[in-house]
């Protein structure tokens, strides 16, 4: 994977401009990939492509094997007379274009999909049908879940009636064929985002551009991941958690940070040889050429907090798998191109493990500038087999970084960094950090696009107001793909 310097961009699908309300698969996909080989940028990092739950979060989802139908791009289905111009083209898909709506998006979907499900069900393609084929060991029970929490109003699946919630045969049979209807549908979806998916990865690597994804470790509770098996996580008899993941107090949040996934039983997973976990990461290889595994920590300990508890604060640090879980998916998958999210504090051991592992860890040049104390995220303190951010989708953008953190933080920075205003700050830091000597350099778009606060991604621990930065019409010019280019060229990451 790092065989050579290399850089790229931080962008998800979902903050791509679109005409429809969020980013799709569709031109304006194509046109950033085009920007980012004028660009000589060689890598393209996306946040999850799951569907989104409450919260509107990829990284709590109702599955970790399917993709986002928000996503499937309207005017790819037009093409292939699956939809008119005026099904879509006359929805509020919300008012402003820097921002997701996804209330509007959710209503809105729901009545282009449905027009689509019909005129997909006059001539079904044989690739449905070998598609569902290939992707059986997660798309039934995705597309039976998906039929049952519509059919309950969207109801977690804890609430549901015991034959049902514990999938008693029978039951399931049944449920199988009352809604059949239901089931193709959400098949349907399933087949139209990987369709478009693997044309636009095609595209993206034939520019020499390899494709990012993002792994989280957990899985959200009310999801098919955990209704379909149970057994993998640490549930009671009525499949309730009694302890719950999040992350300790630190310096960032008072209270830590309660995320409230299920937790893994690793003794049963040790059993079954990770086979969960194995055909998740198999998959996921599939859909991407790199994958980042976020809170890789949590493979070597993990924190579990009380299910009743309102904050993190009264977790206690758990025994995970450590280097036999990789040990075991290198000798099923074989060596395999993975970043280690390996942010927060480190103990020896999750040190040991990276090492062992040899997998590049996390730089975060935000994360550098404490004038408190010395920092390991200085970038004179940087090894090769690493990859640097000037953030990452949880910080602010640099400019508003540099507007809120402290005053003695942002001091050492520019001392540090010989930042200027005519150079720009936020250039002056995206040259801190591909002139370092990490093999990977990530660039956030908001930064190259010289964006403040109000394009940050996301907040840890807040509720609301995040995932929904779009970029504006337009915004990734040739001037701006001529200027990274400079920058690239010159620290040699072409």
Known sequence: MIDKRQSGILMHISSLSSDYGIGTLGKKAYAFADFLENAGQSMWQILPLCPTAFGDSPY???????????????????????????????????????????????????????????????????????FCEAQDYWLSDFSLFMAEKEARFGMPWIYWNEDIKKRK?????????????????????????????????????????????????????????VWASPQNFQLDESYCAAEVAGCPPDKFTEDGQLWGNPLFDWEYMKKDNYSWWIKRIAHNMRLYDIIRIDHFRGFDSYYAVPAKEKTAKNGIWREGPKEEFFNSVK??????????????????????????????????????FDSREASDYMPHNYSRNSVVYTGTHDNDTILGWLKNAPEQDVA??????????AEGYNWGMIRGAVSSVSAVAILPAQDILSLDSRARMNTPSTIGGNWQWRAKPGAFTQETAKRLFSYTKLYQRI
């Open 331 to 368: 000798e099923r998958l074989g060596e395999l191109p993975i970043i280690a999210e390996d942010l927060g504090y480190l103990t020896p051991s999750v040190k040991n493990l990276l090492k062992n592992t040899g997998f590049p860890g996390m730089k975060v040049l935000q994360f550098a």
């Open 412 to 421: 050492l920075a520019k001392q540090y960094l010989s930042l200027s205003r």
């Open 169 to 225: 045969p029978a039951t399931v049979e049944q449920e199988k064929e009352k809604y059949r209807t239901e089931i193709q549908y959400h098949k349907m979806l399933q087949y139209f985002f990987y369709k478009q998916w693997g044309e636009l990865r095609a595209y993206v690597n034939s520019k020499n551009i390899k494709i990012i994804g993002d792994i989280p470790i957990y899985v959200a509770s009310d999801s098919a991941d």
């Open 60 to 130: 709590q989802s109702f599955s970790s094997f399917a993709g986002n139908p928000y996503f499937i791009d309207f005017d790819l289905l037009r093409k292939d007379n699956l939809l008119k111009k005026s099904d879509y083209a006359d929805l509020n898909w919300g008012s402003n274009p820097e921002k997701v709506d996804y209330e509007k998006i959710y209503k809105g979907r729901k009545i282009v999909f449905e027009i689509l499900y019909k005129n997909f069900v006059k001539r079904i393609p044989t690739e449905f049908y070998e």
